[in-house]
């Protein structure tokens, strides 16, 4: 007994990631092992107690003929969160593998969050199936966060809320949360509603068990409390989390009736997703690629972008050709400018990086305006001169020309002013044209600084070698 009684548990020594956070592979091929085998005991005693993120990471190392067995093998044990930590392509091919039934049975155990979130991909038909399966009062809270728009607070929103009456007492309230069974599993705080369920106000967790039973809970309202419109863009919201320090927030529909929470682990995901968005934006990548997509897929999704980029690269060759007749006399002219326009590209793009992360956090406005500008415009300019004189001496000892080496060092400091320029412009001006700046800024921001690179340097070659 005593042995028993001090054996280790086997859940909580087993490895699930390695050093380096992935999951650990030989977990997966023990998984794999008993899918393959059909083994629902072993299935049982690796998964148990798995957290959703490591089963979801463990689903995607999986085989794709694989992940919906195993889901089916555990039944009732596989907890269906875990599909909320996967890639949209993985858990789109997962569901469609699963009958309706299974799909409602596994989103039924759910918060209203994570049930949408699963869900919001279906097609109407197989969403329509899913619904139809669970009871109505469980088909009525899911459709109205389906209802709301996608990337808004309504969709993203739990709608099992704990909203109590003005009038009741400390006393009432507590033992309301100790005896009702259905209560969202987390909360950080009470809401206050009236009788026709428009929000009052909140009341905090350690206020609440600070104060003694016969306290009515009128008097420990939090009423200037951030509240949340269902319709609200979440970006916004996230921005309204990390600006207040919030922890949740109460949502509430156009007439002012409660609908709602918002918390933090869900605006946790709409941050790292919107983070996610600008980097793949910034790339030319498109924003909903993922690393489980198929490879016809990306191939579409990237040719487009590059394309569109090798149109605006004709562009600057067009310029070059203007002066075809100096390049022909001066190899030299075709061996320096790549690297005028190249370093421009550079400069502007830092310039727009800072330029699209702060429009995009709401950071840059009418009221720093300038002095952001200024501040670009000043970097460019001594950066400008550095690199001036760096590259000046360079030519000038490569090719023995000091005139050369005088042309590129101005065209130099050209290039990187109206780098700096273009960065900031381009991004403000699709901003104001409700184009996503971090979509396009990047090739227009190329093209100009190409096009001026190539105009300056073999412009400025022109009038001082006497090339016309």
Same mark, same amino acid.
């Given at each position: 007994?005593?042995?028993?009684?001090?054996?280790?548990?086997?859940?909580?020594?087993?490895?699930?990631?390695?050093?380096?956070?992935?999951?650990?592979?030989?977990?997966?091929?023990?998984?794999?092992?008993?899918?393959?085998?059909?083994?629902?005991?072993?299935?049982?005693?690796?998964?148990?107690?798995?957290?959703?993120?490591?089963?979801?990471?463990?689903?995607?190392?999986?085989?794709?003929?694989?992940?919906?067995?195993?889901?089916?093998?555990?039944?009732?044990?596989?907890?269906?969160?875990?599909?909320?930590?996967?890639?949209?392509?993985?858990?789109?091919?997962?569901?469609?593998?699963?009958?309706?039934?299974?799909?409602?049975?596994?989103?039924?155990?759910?918060?209203?969050?994570?049930?949408?979130?699963?869900?919001?991909?279906?097609?109407?038909?197989?969403?329509?199936?899913?619904?139809?399966?669970?009871?109505?009062?469980?088909?009525?809270?899911?459709?109205?966060?389906?209802?709301?728009?996608?990337?808004?607070?309504?969709?993203?929103?739990?709608?099992?809320?704990?909203?109590?009456?003005?009038?009741?007492?400390?006393?009432?309230?507590?033992?309301?949360?100790?005896?009702?069974?259905?209560?969202?599993?987390?909360?950080?705080?009470?809401?206050?509603?009236? #009788?026709?369920?428009?929000?009052?106000?909140?009341?905090?967790?350690?206020?609440?068990?600070?104060?003694?039973?016969?306290?009515?809970?009128?008097?420990?309202?939090?009423?200037?409390?951030?509240?949340?419109?269902?319709?609200?863009?979440?970006?916004?919201?996230?921005?309204?989390?990390?600006?207040?320090?919030?922890?949740?927030?109460?949502?509430?529909?156009?007439?002012?009736?409660?609908?709602?929470?918002?918390?933090?682990?869900?605006?946790?995901?709409?941050?790292?997703?919107?983070?996610?968005?600008?980097?793949?934006?910034?790339?030319?990548?498109? #924003?909903?690629?993922?690393?489980?997509?198929?490879?016809?897929?990306?191939?579409?999704?990237?040719?487009?972008?590059?394309?569109?980029?090798?149109?605006?690269?004709?562009?600057?060759?067009?310029?070059?050709?203007?002066?075809?007749?100096?390049?022909?006399?001066?190899?030299?002219?075709?061996?320096?400018?790549?690297?005028?326009?190249?370093?421009?590209?550079?400069?502007?793009?830092?310039?727009?990086?800072?330029?699209?992360?702060?429009?995009?956090?709401?950071?840059?406005?009418?009221?720093?305006?300038?002095?952001?500008?200024?501040?670009?415009?000043?970097?460019?300019?001594?950066?400008?001169?550095?690199?001036?004189?760096?590259?000046?001496?360079?030519?000038?000892?490569?090719?023995?020309?000091?005139?050369?080496?005088?042309?590129?060092?101005?065209?130099?400091?050209?290039?990187?002013?109206?780098?700096?320029?273009?960065?900031?412009?381009?991004?403000?001006?699709?901003?104001?044209?409700?184009?996503?700046?971090?979509?396009?800024?990047?090739?227009?921001?190329?093209?100009?600084?190409?096009?001026?690179?190539?105009?300056?340097?073999?412009?400025?070659?022109?009038?001082?070698?006497?090339?016309?």
């Amino acid at each position: 007994m005593v042995e028993a009684e001090n054996a280790p548990d086997e859940s909580a020594t087993r490895r699930i990631r390695d050093e380096d956070g992935a999951i650990d592979p030989v977990l997966v091929e023990q998984v794999s092992q008993a899918v393959l085998l059909s083994d629902i005991t072993a299935l049982r005693g690796i998964v148990a107690d798995m957290h959703e993120a490591d089963l979801g990471a463990l689903l995607e190392a999986l085989d794709a003929d694989e992940r919906p067995r195993l889901i089916s093998l555990l039944g009732a044990d596989f907890d269906f969160t875990a599909l909320t930590e996967v890639d949209d392509t993985v858990r789109e091919e997962i569901l469609e593998e699963l009958s309706a039934e299974a799909v409602a049975e596994g989103v039924r155990e759910l918060d209203t969050d994570d049930a949408v979130y699963i869900l919001e991909d279906l097609n109407e038909a197989d969403k329509q199936e899913v619904l139809d399966k669970l009871t109505p009062s469980e088909r009525i809270a899911l459709q109205q966060g389906l209802d709301y728009p996608e990337d808004t607070a309504g969709r993203r929103m739990q709608s099992e809320v704990i909203a109590v009456p003005p009038f009741w007492t400390v006393g009432q309230t507590i033992d309301f949360l100790r005896d009702t069974a259905d209560l969202p599993d987390r909360f950080f705080e009470i809401f206050v509603a009236d #009788p026709a369920h428009h929000f009052v106000g909140t009341v905090r967790l350690d206020r609440l068990l600070r104060n003694r039973r016969p306290v009515v809970i009128s008097e420990l309202l939090e009423e200037d409390r951030r509240v949340v419109e269902a319709t609200d863009e979440l970006e916004d919201v996230a921005r309204l989390f990390q600006r207040y320090n919030l922890v949740a927030a109460p949502v509430v529909d156009a007439t002012g009736r409660l609908v709602g929470v918002l918390t933090i682990d869900d605006i946790v995901d709409v941050i790292e997703e919107a983070a996610d968005e600008d980097v793949k934006q910034l790339g030319g990548v498109n #924003p909903d690629e993922e690393l489980s997509d198929p490879v016809r897929k990306i191939i579409w999704s990237r040719f487009s972008w590059l394309f569109v980029n090798l149109m605006t690269s004709f562009l600057a060759a067009a310029v070059m050709s203007l002066f075809e007749n100096q390049l022909a006399k001066v190899v030299a002219l075709a061996i320096l400018a790549p690297i005028v326009a190249s370093q421009g590209g550079n400069a502007a793009t830092q310039t727009m990086t800072v330029a699209v992360r702060a429009l995009a956090t709401q950071e840059l406005g009418a009221w720093n305006l300038r002095r952001f500008f200024t501040r670009e415009l000043i970097v460019g300019l001594v950066n400008g001169f550095g690199f001036a004189v760096i590259t000046g001496a360079i030519a000038a000892a490569w090719f023995g020309s000091a005139g050369l080496g005088a042309v590129i060092a101005i065209a130099m400091v050209v290039t990187l002013i109206s780098a700096a320029v273009a960065g900031v412009l381009i991004p403000l001006v699709l901003d104001k044209l409700d184009i996503d700046p971090a979509i396009a800024s990047g090739t227009f921001v190329t093209t100009v600084t190409d096009v001026v690179g190539f105009f300056a340097f073999l412009g400025i070659a022109t009038l001082l070698l006497g090339l016309a």
